[in-house]
């Protein structure tokens, strides 16, 4: 049975977006290590708290196991002179090696002959092993920002006061910086600041509970979800769920416990995603809704202690959220003093972006594509269109935007409505942020979608016009979440648009602010698009179906969807994998294939003929089906032909000695091929 390795960093209060990152760092780190030392290993866990980052990792061997080493030297070349002496090249390579350049052995790899020693490696004691391992391991964990303390030569998130480092009981001795490892960890900093002896990763579990730590974060995230729900229904009312701050405060605390407080009711003027902004983001506070859904005026924050005076924690709480909730309603009453309109024409000192202009000017922009679309597709809205297109980014110049950049559109959408402007208008304004995130609400209204797909459009077309292409995960311009959004409202409001056209409409618009030529950048644009929708359908559909459909075009992205699913549901016919092979076969004979027409009077085999005449019975129906958007019909005609093309590959060799007889064969399979084309390109998942 293998034995358990335990490590604890202890340290200064981490940050707590630092946290889940450098958790999974560690698992990753600690596999790699034990796998490159050839040690086996069981289940990893990590955990961490704002003071403490840990390890456990069960079922290592006491021992590394022996091994037969290899280790190549220069080529056979370098390593032997024209008389085959061992040269210097050989000569240092086997004293590197440390034995006799006669126990040199030759290999044979892709590259050549090689000279090489094979040698037997006995295992060293773990415990030996992991004392090399660890202070790499500690050295490695990334953080975005990190520092080093007093004259140390080391680097980590904060400074490390005590390292905890066991292996089946014992201590693995390294240091870090000043603090050697060790046995003993330490409690809460407030509630119980003293050391505590650690046997073990059980044992370690149980004491740090009896010090007031939990450092197991989902145990915490759980204790945090129950109290809050518990919290809010004691003050009357239901928790508002937020799982993105539910994370945060997670790693805020080490033993959270959840407590209440109100504001004033006077605040509830104030949009209620404002008041919410405020609480989330500047206090990390839970809000709490009535049975209706309406905000209530009250809030539940995370404590990182048990207090015996709760009511001093939230008068604390309330007094500071006091300040900021008047400053908010400040903005809110201000910002009503300037229209929407008026500040569109603020938007001409607003830089967007250098070389792309002002927000005034890619308003412009995105005006006109709107223009366009909305004539297109419904043009008894292009009117608003334009109107959301002209105001939807006013509030960026607004009071309560600029102190809280989270509600843009929001607040464009509630000084719209004071103005009296049309709700559908005043709605569309916040819609065309939308979605927000991966997965996230999409734009209800045809406006808010319009204006939507327009503004993201532009933003792409822009960036990618001037150099600013997405790179790794490098995205300052969130280009990836545009498309993707674009993608995800065209297909959920079925719009049929030609997403080529689009992008040359953008690119026209964009004009002398383009910096590279705008063939090239249209081309960089359409694989952008078309690596996101295939990323995207591939988690619906097998990935060579999204390929094989895509590959024969997309810029409708209504009609590509409904093409990839109907391919999916074909994969199960009796007869699609024969005609797979089939179509693959036809794409490799024709290669660019011979466009001309079809001469029956040059069949010379009755195969020829029966293929020709399902094939034109076929077409019909299959064109049919297609012009209705009934794709699954129309692979199914397509079925149709598996016994004459069989037969006809069974009987006829289309690479005749008569030109004009394989002329005519290439043609046939050539106009096949065409119609198959216009769904798929089977070759992509034919085996």
Not at 1 to 22: D, N, T, V
Not at 115 to 141: C, D, M, Y
Not at 373 to 379: E, K, S, V, Y
Request: proline share 5%.
């Amino acid at each position: 049975m293998g034995k358990e390795l335990f490590l604890e960093i202890g340290s200064e209060e981490i940050p707590a977006g630092f946290i889940p990152r450098a958790m999974a760092e560690m698992e990753a780190i600690i596999r790699r290590e034990l796998s490159n030392a050839r040690l086996s290993f069981g289940d990893i866990k990590t955990l961490g708290t704002p003071r403490r980052l840990a390890l456990v990792v069960k079922d290592i061997p006491a021992v590394q196991p022996d091994a037969e080493i290899t280790a190549t030297g220069p080529s056979v070349k370098a390593a032997y002179d024209a008389d085959g002496k061992p040269t210097k090249a050989a000569e240092g390579f086997a004293r590197g090696q440390s034995v006799d350049v006669s126990s040199l052995t030759t290999i044979t790899t892709e590259k050549g002959d090689y000279i090489a020693v094979t040698k037997q490696e006995t295992g060293r004691p773990t415990h030996l092993i992991l004392a090399e391992i660890l202070p790499r391991l500690v050295t490695e964990i990334p953080f975005k920002k990190s520092m080093r303390w007093g004259d140390l030569d080391v680097r980590f998130a904060r400074p490390i006061h005590w390292i905890v480092a066991l292996f089946d009981g014992s201590v693995i001795p390294f240091s870090f910086g000043s603090i050697a490892s060790g046995a003993v960890s330490r409690g809460h900093r407030f509630m119980a600041n003293t050391v505590f002896p650690v046997r073990d990763f059980a044992h370690y579990l149980d004491e740090c509970e009896r010090h007031f730590v939990i450092p197991d974060p989902e145990k915490r995230k759980e204790i945090i979800r129950r109290e809050t729900h518990r919290v809010a229904e004691a003050a009357g009312g239901k928790l508002l769920p937020d799982e993105g701050l539910l994370e945060e405060v997670t790693y805020l605390a080490e033993y959270p416990s959840a407590v209440s407080g109100t504001f004033s009711p006077e605040f509830l003027k104030v949009p209620k995603e404002v008041l919410i902004t405020s609480m989330r983001s500047h206090q990390r506070y839970f809000s709490v809704l009535d049975a209706d859904g309406k905000l209530l005026p009250a809030f539940i924050t995370i404590n990182n202690t048990l207090t015996e005076d709760p009511s001093v924690v939230v008068k604390g709480n309330e007094r500071v959220l006091r300040a900021r909730l008047s400053d908010a309603r400040f903005f809110f009453d201000e910002d009503q003093k300037v229209t929407l309109e008026t500040r569109v024409e603020s938007l001409k000192s607003v830089v967007y972006q250098q070389k792309l202009g002002t927000s005034y000017e890619k308003m412009q922009r995105f005006r006109a594509l709107a223009k366009s679309l909305a004539d297109f597709l419904n043009p008894a809205i292009s009117e608003k269109a334009q109107q959301v297109a002209y105001l939807c980014k006013a509030d960026l110049v607004s009071g309560m935007v600029g102190e809280f950049p989270e509600v843009q559109g929001i607040m464009g959408r509630e000084y719209a409505l004071l103005e009296g402007i049309d709700p559908a208008v005043a709605n569309a304004i916040a819609e065309h942020y939308l979605p927000t995130q991966a997965g996230g609400e999409l734009p209800a209204s045809d406006i808010g979608a319009i204006v939507s797909i327009c503004d993201k459009l532009d933003s792409i077309c822009g960036c990618f016009g001037v150099g600013l292409i997405p790179t790794g995960s490098a995205d300052p311009y969130a280009l990836r979440r545009s498309a993707i959004g674009i993608i995800n409202i065209i297909l959920d409001k079925g719009y049929r648009v030609c997403l080529s056209q689009g992008i040359d409409k953008a690119l026209r618009l964009l004009g002398t602010k383009l910096t590279r030529p705008a063939d090239g950048v249209k081309t960089d644009v359409m694989e952008f698009f078309r690596a996101r929708f295939t990323n995207l359908l591939a988690e619906q559909y097998p990935a060579e179906v999204v390929e094989a459909a895509v590959s024969t075009g997309f810029s409708d992205l209504v009609e590509a969807s409904d093409r990839i699913k109907a391919l999916s549901e074909f994969t199960s016919h009796p007869d699609y994998e024969a005609l797979a092979v089939s179509f693959k076969r036809i794409g490799n004979i024709i290669k660019d294939g011979v466009d001309a027409p079809i001469d029956p009077s040059l069949f010379q085999d009755p195969s020829e003929g029966g293929l020709y005449e399902a094939f034109q019975s076929a077409k019909c129906s299959v064109e049919a089906c297609i012009t209705d958007g009934a794709w699954l019909d129309a692979l199914t005609e397509i079925a149709t032909l598996r016994g004459p093309v069989d037969t006809f590959f069974e009987n006829v060799m289309v690479m005749a000695d008569d030109e004009r007889v394989k002329a005519n064969r290439l043609a046939l399979l050539t106009a096949m091929a065409r119609m198959f084309g216009k769904i798929a390109d089977f070759s992509r998942i034919a085996g």
